[in-house]
Nanobody, 117 residues
Framework: QVHLVESGGGSAQIGGSLRLSCVAS??????MSWWRRAPGKDRQFVAA????????YYGDAVRGRFTISGDVTKNTVDLQMNKLKPEDTAVYYC????????????WGQGTQVTVSS
């Protein structure tokens, strides 16, 4: 059974930084990712990291401001969030893709990020 533990998040000022971390266990993972859901909005892709080639992928809203990194030996991903904007306020979720599967099927419980002046 896949188990995800998210940490980090909290509150930051506009232009500030926060860092999220996620640790996964219970399977062999191909990739880990971050998504977010703001109040009243659909879930939005933030970033993903593929363990086989250390590939990184970003959503348009965060590209150039956020950086995802991962460690395949520890099944962890970190999301460094810089130049935060009020529109980054959301619940952030970590999700995993197991080796041999296509989708991000297992999700963490989420961590709140709030950006304000």
């Amino acid at each position: 059974q896949v188990h995800l533990v998210e940490s980090g998040g909290g509150s930051a000022q506009i232009g500030g930084s926060l860092r999220l971390s996620c640790v996964a266990s219970g399977a062999s993972f191909a990739a880990m990712s971050w998504w977010r859901r703001a109040p009243g909005k659909d879930r939005q892709f933030v970033a993903a990291f593929t363990f086989s080639d250390a590939g990184t992928y970003y959503g348009d809203a965060v590209r150039g401001r956020f950086t995802i990194s991962g460690d395949v030996t520890k099944n962890t991903v970190d999301l460094q969030m810089n130049k935060l904007k009020p529109e980054d306020t959301a619940v952030y979720y970590c999700a995993t893709r197991i080796n041999g599967t296509q989708g991000f099927d297992d999700w963490g419980q989420g961590t709140q990020v709030t950006v304000s002046s």
